[in-house]
């Protein structure tokens, strides 16, 4: 039964009220204006390398269809 469910692997529950910021965050982006200024407000943690805002190339999206 295991093998044919259709469900990903979870771990434990986490907060909450973090698990709605989350939820709400990924589902509503937010706005260019609210994003630059939490970025200006807010820094990433020193030990969090890889946690940085996408870059990308505008010339090569613009070529790209939808």
Do not use: Y
Request: hydrophobic fraction near 40%.
């Amino acid at each position: 039964m295991e093998r044919f469910s259709n469900s990903d692997p979870v771990d434990k529950k986490v907060n909450d009220d973090l698990a709605t910021f989350v939820n709400s965050s990924f589902r509503n982006a937010l706005s260019d204006d609210i994003m630059n200024e939490l970025l200006k407000e807010v820094h990433r943690p020193e030990n969090c390398d890889v946690l940085v805002k996408t870059r990308v190339n505008q010339g090569i999206w613009r070529l790209l269809r939808a």
